[in-house]
Protein backbone atom coordinates (compact mmCIF):
# COMPACT_ATOMS: atom_id res chain seq x y z
CA UNK A 1 0.00 0.00 0.00
CA UNK A 2 2.73 2.04 0.80
CA UNK A 3 3.97 2.15 -2.68
CA UNK A 4 0.55 3.29 -4.59
CA UNK A 5 0.67 5.76 -2.00
CA UNK A 6 3.86 7.22 -3.62
CA UNK A 7 3.27 6.87 -6.66
CA UNK A 8 -0.02 8.81 -6.21
CA UNK A 9 1.98 11.36 -4.60
CA UNK A 10 4.36 11.85 -7.28
CA UNK A 11 2.26 11.84 -9.72
CA UNK A 12 0.07 14.69 -7.85
CA UNK A 13 2.70 16.51 -7.56
CA UNK A 14 4.09 16.47 -11.49
CA UNK A 15 0.44 17.06 -12.84
CA UNK A 16 0.25 20.43 -10.92
CA UNK A 17 3.59 21.71 -13.12
CA UNK A 18 1.18 21.69 -16.35
CA UNK A 19 -1.84 23.20 -17.20
CA UNK A 20 -5.30 21.54 -16.25
CA UNK A 21 -4.63 18.93 -13.64
CA UNK A 22 -7.03 18.33 -11.16
CA UNK A 23 -7.03 16.19 -7.61
CA UNK A 24 -9.99 14.37 -6.67
CA UNK A 25 -11.77 12.37 -3.54
CA UNK A 26 -14.07 10.02 -3.72
CA UNK A 27 -16.64 8.17 -1.05
CA UNK A 28 -18.71 4.65 -2.14
CA UNK A 29 -19.87 1.37 -2.19
CA UNK A 30 -17.88 -1.25 -3.43
CA UNK A 31 -19.42 -5.15 -4.50
CA UNK A 32 -17.13 -7.97 -4.66
CA UNK A 33 -19.69 -9.80 -6.38
CA UNK A 34 -19.06 -12.68 -4.22
CA UNK A 35 -22.43 -14.44 -2.52
CA UNK A 36 -22.59 -13.97 1.03
CA UNK A 37 -19.84 -11.38 1.72
CA UNK A 38 -21.74 -7.22 2.53
CA UNK A 39 -20.85 -4.59 -0.05
CA UNK A 40 -18.17 -2.19 2.19
CA UNK A 41 -17.62 1.59 1.95
CA UNK A 42 -14.91 2.55 -0.57
CA UNK A 43 -12.98 5.25 -0.96
CA UNK A 44 -9.93 6.91 -3.51
CA UNK A 45 -8.19 9.42 -4.37
CA UNK A 46 -6.64 10.55 -7.84
CA UNK A 47 -4.59 12.90 -10.25
CA UNK A 48 -5.45 13.71 -13.36
CA UNK A 49 -4.52 15.67 -15.97
CA UNK A 50 -7.33 17.34 -19.09
CA UNK A 51 -5.39 16.82 -22.28
CA UNK A 52 -8.51 19.26 -24.08
CA UNK A 53 -12.10 19.34 -23.55
CA UNK A 54 -12.45 15.84 -24.46
CA UNK A 55 -10.17 13.72 -23.21
CA UNK A 56 -8.09 13.24 -19.43
CA UNK A 57 -5.45 10.55 -18.48
CA UNK A 58 -6.30 9.87 -14.62
CA UNK A 59 -4.31 7.92 -11.94
CA UNK A 60 -6.23 7.10 -8.08
CA UNK A 61 -5.83 4.88 -5.20
CA UNK A 62 -8.61 3.16 -4.59
CA UNK A 63 -9.61 1.21 -0.80
CA UNK A 64 -12.65 -0.77 -1.44
CA UNK A 65 -13.49 -1.50 1.94
CA UNK A 66 -12.86 -4.46 4.26
CA UNK A 67 -16.18 -6.76 2.80
CA UNK A 68 -17.57 -9.54 5.88
CA UNK A 69 -19.87 -12.72 5.35
CA UNK A 70 -22.04 -13.02 8.33
CA UNK A 71 -21.55 -16.79 9.06
CA UNK A 72 -18.86 -17.87 12.37
CA UNK A 73 -16.45 -17.77 11.80
CA UNK A 74 -16.38 -14.55 9.72
CA UNK A 75 -14.13 -14.00 6.77
CA UNK A 76 -13.39 -10.74 5.61
CA UNK A 77 -11.93 -9.62 1.75
CA UNK A 78 -9.81 -6.68 2.19
CA UNK A 79 -8.65 -5.00 -1.80
CA UNK A 80 -6.77 -1.52 -2.80
CA UNK A 81 -5.58 -0.73 -6.24
CA UNK A 82 -3.79 1.68 -8.39
CA UNK A 83 -5.21 2.63 -11.20
CA UNK A 84 -4.44 4.18 -14.79
CA UNK A 85 -7.16 5.37 -16.93
CA UNK A 86 -8.09 7.53 -19.82
CA UNK A 87 -10.95 9.60 -19.36
CA UNK A 88 -13.43 10.50 -22.44
CA UNK A 89 -15.96 12.78 -21.52
CA UNK A 90 -18.92 14.93 -23.61
CA UNK A 91 -19.45 18.06 -22.23
CA UNK A 92 -23.61 18.49 -22.98
CA UNK A 93 -23.36 21.94 -21.50
CA UNK A 94 -21.49 24.11 -19.59
CA UNK A 95 -21.97 22.46 -15.92
CA UNK A 96 -22.79 19.32 -17.24
CA UNK A 97 -20.79 16.60 -18.85
CA UNK A 98 -20.79 12.76 -19.04
CA UNK A 99 -17.78 10.73 -19.34
CA UNK A 100 -16.61 7.35 -20.12
CA UNK A 101 -13.34 5.36 -18.72
CA UNK A 102 -10.96 2.80 -19.60
CA UNK A 103 -7.58 1.60 -18.17
CA UNK A 104 -5.40 -0.60 -16.10
CA UNK A 105 -5.42 -1.53 -12.57
CA UNK A 106 -2.90 -3.32 -10.17
CA UNK A 107 -4.88 -4.57 -6.88
CA UNK A 108 -3.90 -6.45 -4.09
CA UNK A 109 -6.35 -8.21 -1.97
CA UNK A 110 -6.29 -10.49 1.38
CA UNK A 111 -8.69 -13.18 2.82
CA UNK A 112 -8.50 -13.26 6.55
CA UNK A 113 -10.97 -16.22 8.32
CA UNK A 114 -11.86 -14.27 12.38
CA UNK A 115 -9.26 -15.93 14.96
CA UNK A 116 -6.76 -17.30 12.53
CA UNK A 117 -5.87 -13.69 10.49
CA UNK A 118 -4.34 -13.61 6.97
CA UNK A 119 -5.16 -16.69 5.03
CA UNK A 120 -4.12 -15.66 1.28
CA UNK A 121 -3.23 -13.06 -0.99
CA UNK A 122 -3.13 -12.26 -4.28
CA UNK A 123 -2.48 -9.02 -6.75
CA UNK A 124 -2.63 -8.86 -9.97
CA UNK A 125 -3.22 -5.89 -12.85
CA UNK A 126 -6.68 -6.23 -14.51
CA UNK A 127 -9.22 -3.97 -16.98
CA UNK A 128 -10.88 -1.18 -15.45
CA UNK A 129 -14.00 0.96 -16.79
CA UNK A 130 -17.00 2.53 -16.07
CA UNK A 131 -18.91 5.54 -16.58
CA UNK A 132 -19.79 8.57 -14.74
CA UNK A 133 -21.69 12.38 -14.85
CA UNK A 134 -20.29 15.64 -13.90
CA UNK A 135 -22.03 18.52 -12.49
CA UNK A 136 -19.32 22.09 -12.55
CA UNK A 137 -20.47 23.96 -9.21
CA UNK A 138 -17.45 26.54 -9.71
CA UNK A 139 -15.12 26.73 -12.47
CA UNK A 140 -12.75 25.17 -9.97
CA UNK A 141 -14.65 22.47 -8.39
CA UNK A 142 -16.77 19.48 -9.87
CA UNK A 143 -19.16 16.78 -8.27
CA UNK A 144 -18.69 13.35 -10.00
CA UNK A 145 -20.55 10.37 -9.78
CA UNK A 146 -19.63 7.59 -11.14
CA UNK A 147 -19.91 3.63 -11.51
CA UNK A 148 -16.61 1.60 -12.01
CA UNK A 149 -16.03 -2.38 -12.51
CA UNK A 150 -12.54 -3.58 -12.17
CA UNK A 151 -12.36 -6.84 -13.80
CA UNK A 152 -10.11 -8.81 -11.42
CA UNK A 153 -9.32 -12.32 -12.20
CA UNK A 154 -12.58 -14.16 -13.27
CA UNK A 155 -14.25 -11.79 -10.71
CA UNK A 156 -15.45 -8.66 -10.94
CA UNK A 157 -15.48 -5.69 -7.95
CA UNK A 158 -17.60 -2.79 -9.21
CA UNK A 159 -17.67 0.40 -7.45
CA UNK A 160 -20.22 2.92 -7.48
CA UNK A 161 -18.88 6.42 -6.06
CA UNK A 162 -19.41 10.32 -5.42
CA UNK A 163 -16.93 12.84 -4.98
CA UNK A 164 -15.09 16.15 -5.84
CA UNK A 165 -12.75 17.09 -7.95
CA UNK A 166 -10.57 20.26 -7.99
CA UNK A 167 -9.75 21.78 -10.93
CA UNK A 168 -6.31 23.93 -10.92
Not at 42 to 62: D, H, R
Amino acid sequence: MKKHLLAIAIACSATSAFGNPYIGANIGQADYDISGFDDPTSWSILAGYNINEYFAAEISYTDFGEADDDIAPIWTIDADAVTAALVATYPINEKFGVFAKLGAISWDATLEEQGYGEIASDDGTDLLYGFGLSYAISPAVDIVGQYLIADVDEDDISNLTIGLNYNF
